[in-house]
């Protein structure tokens, strides 16, 4: 998988057309309000970098998963109106995505013109990667950026399909993206720690194994751990527990065994009697959680055994929550390993989702090396998966 790709740093776009695939796909509220704009801020130096030299510039996102065309809710409307603000420039929002409006729009573009145009998702071919499509896009434009990391995994009309009928570069986050996690992966500092989380083993599985033969420890925290305390044998009450997962989480302890590598596993947890908040709590050994109560959060003792490791490590990838952090009597183990990562002095890579949210939540995410704006993308890459949204990009000369 050849990573090292083209960016807009190595071509000319004065005066030229460019399309570029944004991930607009932002958190709005009951009154479509956005109520983080994380995503947006971070496209902008690939934005002001294309108006700066010249270029007139066509931006295009999904939002949200609408299924049959146009639906208000997922309108790209309320992150025009952020765009102009954050940019200070007229941003014309185009009503359609291929349309008679968005082709009127770009085919008065000047360089310096800004032009939005609807969720992409509203075109019903765009998740098939429908080449008709892609051909419609690729007619708007002379140039293609993609600097949708978090888009990258999945080959779509706006991802991949219109690569083939424009020169295909990628953006500044997607260079970031690359220049920090392809070290990381496929060239680490040692000691290379991996730190999982987050409710399912499944989820994580491609990564564990891809990086077993790398990594020097493993971490696992969260809902995920508790399948890992019943396959040793542990009483979990009511906590999450993947079956499936069981006979893996054996096999992989005793792999890791093997290898030489350490995986460390709670010892004691924050149990509580509800999902809720306000549950009553009690900490309790691992693999001796009560019947009917549920692990919500690492306990103090596995809290401090985890950040001890965090804190020698030489490359720390992190993915997945220690516990319920939404919930602030079950957020200490989330924010005590967020606080160790942002605190070790090696490099720090936070593989988006809920671990991402949880450094924004905490205020540390400037403390941190890297983090990505793709959940799934990320787990992806460092399951050694294909990003077919980066792929076809044009190879930079070796």
């Not at 704009?37 to 295009?60: Q, S």
């Amino acid at each position: 998988m050849n990573l090292n790709k083209k960016t807009i740093l190595d071509i000319d776009v004065t005066g030229k057309k460019v399309l570029v695939r944004c991930d607009f796909n932002v958190p709005t509220d009951e009154n479509g309000q956005i109520t983080d704009d994380g995503r947006i801020v971070k496209t902008l130096p690939t934005i002001n970098y294309l108006l700066d030299h010249g270029a007139a510039v066509i931006l295009c996102s999904h939002m949200g998963r609408p299924k049959n065309g146009y639906e208000e809710k997922y309108s790209l409307k309320v992150v025009a109106q952020r765009l102009r603000e954050l940019l200070g420039k007229t941003v014309w929002l185009a009503h359609d995505v291929v349309g008679v409006d968005a082709q009127l729009m770009v085919s008065t573009m000047k360089p310096g013109d800004i032009v939005l145009l609807e969720n992409v998702r509203f075109e019903p071919g765009e998740t098939k990667n429908d080449d008709t499509l892609a051909k419609r896009y690729a007619a708007m434009a002379d140039i293609y950026v993609n600097d949708a990391f978090g888009s990258s995994h999945r080959a779509h009309s706006s991802t991949a399909g219109v690569t083939k009928y424009l020169p295909a570069v990628a953006g500044l986050l997607i260079k970031k993206e690359l220049d920090l996690m392809v070290p990381a992966r496929d060239n680490p500092t040692h000691p290379f720690l991996l730190v999982m989380g987050g409710s399912k083993v499944s989820d994580k599985i491609g990564v564990i194994d891809y990086l077993l033969n790398k990594v020097d420890n493993i971490i696992i925290g969260g809902g995920m751990s508790y399948t890992f305390t019943k396959a040793l044998g542990g009483e979990i009450g009511n906590s999450l527990f993947e079956e499936d997962s069981v006979v893996y989480c054996r096999k992989l302890m005793k792999k890791a065994m093997e290898l030489g590598v350490r995986i460390f596993l709670p010892v004691d947890n924050v149990a509580a009697d509800s999902f809720s908040n306000d549950a009553a709590t009690c900490i309790c050994t691992d693999g001796e959680v009560p019947e009917g109560m549920m692990g919500l959060d690492i306990g103090p003792v596995t809290t401090k055994r985890f950040c001890e490791v965090i804190e020698k490590a030489g490359t720390i990838v992190w993915n997945g929550p220690m516990g319920v952090f939404e919930f602030p009597n079950f957020a200490e183990g989330t924010r005590k390993v967020a606080e160790a990562v942002a605190n070790c002095q090696g490099i720090s890579i936070i593989g988006g989702g809920d671990s991402a949210a949880a450094v924004e939540q905490f205020g540390l995410a400037d403390k941190v090396s890297h983090v990505s704006t793709g959940g799934g993308a990320s787990l992806d890459f460092f399951a050694g998966h294909s990003l077919p949204g980066i792929e076809c990009l044009m190879d930079k000369d070796m």
